[in-house]
């Protein structure tokens, strides 16, 4: 019978409390403290930009669903013919085909 190479066993964790290898000096400690609240900090601000970013795609989308709305209601009232090709331009000139030049009959 061959034996196998296995690796040994981890350490069975105590319950009784270790003792330390040594300790931080108090501005050590001090300085720690500040870095880790400033880390919880930034995290905490990501998150509100996370919800913000959220909430400003949504008016985005929301924006852009009622520019459409308004230019589909403009080639209405144009009786633009469905399927033509057209643009508005900053102002405010509706024209047929793309940037000003006209459609091929």
Same mark, same amino acid.
């Given at each position: 019978?061959s034996?196998?190479?296995?690796?040994?066993a981890?350490?069975?964790?105590?319950?009784?409390p270790?003792e330390?290898?040594?300790t931080?000096?108090?501005?050590?400690a001090?300085?720690l403290?500040?870095l880790?609240q400033a880390?919880?900090?930034?995290t905490m601000?990501i998150?509100s %930009?996370?919800?913000?970013?959220?909430? %400003?795609?949504?008016? %985005?989308g929301?924006l852009?669903?009622?520019?459409?709305e308004? %230019?589909a209601?403009v080639?209405?009232?144009l009786?633009?013919?469905e399927?033509?090709?057209?643009?508005?331009?900053?102002?405010?000139?509706v024209?047929?085909?793309v940037g000003?030049?006209?459609?091929?009959?």
């Open positions: 019978m034996k196998k190479n296995t690796p040994a981890p350490p069975a964790e105590t319950t009784a270790a330390p290898f040594g931080l000096d108090e501005s050590e001090q300085a403290a500040q880790r880390s919880r900090d930034i601000e998150g %930009l996370e919800i913000r970013k959220g909430r %400003l795609l949504g008016n %985005l929301d852009e669903r009622r520019a459409q308004m %230019l209601n080639g209405k009232r009786d633009v013919p399927g033509t090709t057209w643009h508005v331009t900053p102002e405010g000139n024209f047929l085909g000003g030049v006209a459609p091929q009959k």
